[in-house]
């Protein structure tokens, strides 16, 4: 568990069953996006109509896309740093870092020590994280202003060193085969954005929407944030720069990524203090769609 020092902390908290849902991206190709989604990641094409698709492990959509022309890629502003793909354990990883190495596309195994994972971009740059949790190993905690990474050992890690792979590629059997789905376990862990100002955004998504504080570090630009004790469901940063704008309109990238809450009256409750803020919100079919201060898309919805 990332662990912290004390931070002011609100007198509500977010139902602790509440989990990410699917992320919806804006696309420029999406006969592009959905042969990578199926071919390097596994995702199963739940659906498509139009200039819109979802993808995911076979249950509810765990990416959507929608096209639309002329789009560009921006850098320097908000937006989306990374999305993570959760899966149930080490050897569902195995599987997918293999795929990707099968195919060689491009990706960067990591050992958050707490984490293992792989980091990679899709064919239009939106960030991607595949990982599973190892808690056995070690922690994240918060000491002097700045993250941490303790082996379970006591000793300390930089908490971004390469991945043993072949010791990962150890979990697989010969009968594992790449060309297999991924399994319906697999989820969204966690959404990490990029924002203007990272106390801004802990004082939107804590002060307000209800995530509970696991980490904040001024020295390091960044935050995580989460329901029910998680490492984060939730990153902040500000790595694009301290009040970078938000993209144009015709941005590849987030439209917005969806918070699942467990009932109806947790989501109320949340509704409540966005409408007690003067936050603006839109009800749509699919759920309350609200902007957070640097314009990221959030859509709060009951599952």
């Known amino acids: 568990m990332l662990k912290t020092n004390t931070l002011a902390q609100t007198e509500f908290s977010i139902h602790p069953a509440t989990l990410i849902g699917h992320v919806s991206l804006t696309v420029a190709n999406l006969e592009n996006q959905i042969l990578f989604y199926q071919q390097a990641l596994g995702f199963k094409l739940h659906w498509r109509e139009g200039n819109k698709a979802g993808l995911g492990a076979g249950g509810a959509d765990l990416i959507r896309l929608t096209e639309e022309p002329n789009l560009k890629k921006y850098r320097g502003v908000t937006g989306l740093y990374h999305f993570a793909v959760l899966f149930p354990n080490r050897r569902e990883l195995a599987r997918a870092v293999a795929r990707l190495a099968a195919l060689k596309y491009r990706n960067h195994p990591t050992d ?8 990679l971009d899709d064919p239009e740059g939106n960030g991607i994280e595949l990982y599973c949790e190892s808690p056995e190993d070690g922690i994240f905690t918060i000491e002097n202003n700045d993250f941490v990474t303790r082996r379970a050992d006591g000793t300390l890690s930089d908490g971004r060193e390469p991945l043993d792979v072949q010791a990962l590629f150890s979990h697989l059997t010969a009968d594992d085969r790449l060309d297999q789905p991924v399994p319906p376990e697999t989820r969204v862990g ?14 939107f998504y804590h002060g307000v929407i209800g995530f509970d504080v696991q980490g904040l570090s001024s020295t390091f630009q ?3 944030i989460s329901a029910g004790g998680y490492h984060h469901h939730l990153g902040l940063n500000a790595w694009q720069g301290e009040g970078a704008p938000p993209p144009p309109a015709d941005a590849v990238g987030l439209r917005h990524f969806t918070v699942d809450f467990p009932n109806q009256q947790a989501l109320d409750e949340v509704v409540a203090r966005i409408t007690e803020a003067g ?3 839109n009800q749509t079919e699919d759920g309350i769609l609200l902007y957070d201060p640097s314009s990221n898309g959030v859509l709060l919805r009951n599952v």
């Open 112 to 119: 958050h020590i707490m984490t293992k994972t792989t980091y």
């Open 190 to 203: 966690h959404v990490h954005l990029y924002t203007r100002n990272v106390q801004e955004a802990v004082d």
């Open 279 to 281: 936050i603006p919100f």
């Open 222 to 224: 960044a935050a995580f």
